[in-house]
Nanobody, 122 residues
């Protein structure tokens, strides 16, 4: 069974940093792309970033370029999202997701975690 568990969310002041983790299990981690999405209240889900396992290529939404960094630790089956210079508009529930065909970027993924709340105060 594919499982994705996010952690690392919380409350931070504008300009601060958080690092989200996505711990994966139940599948061959090296074969999948992992993506991060977010959804704020009343807004559509937004793709934030993703990483391909085959070549390590990454994607970032324009809204987070230069501030967020995605990385993968294959030994730990974990993908991280380092978020710096956080803004109030980054406030959302952040989800990680997995694609068994290693596609990055992708509009939607097959497998999803439960999400972790990130709140940035002004």
């Amino acid at each position: 069974e594919v499982q994705l568990v996010e952690s690392g969310g919380g409350l931070v002041q504008a300009g601060g940093s958080l690092r989200l983790s996505c711990a994966a299990s139940g599948f061959t981690f090296d074969d999948y792309a992992i993506g991060w999405f977010r959804q704020a209240p009343g807004k559509e889900r937004e793709g934030v970033s993703c990483i391909s396992s085959s070549d390590g290529s990454t994607y970032y939404a324009d809204s987070v370029k230069g501030r967020f960094t995605i990385s993968s630790d294959n030994a730990k089956n974990t993908v991280y999202l380092q978020m710096n210079s956080l803004k109030p508009e980054d406030t959302a529930v952040y989800y990680c997701a997995a694609d068994p065909f290693d596609r990055c970027p992708l509009v939607t993924y097959d497998y999803w975690g439960q999400g972790t709340q990130v709140t940035v105060s002004s």
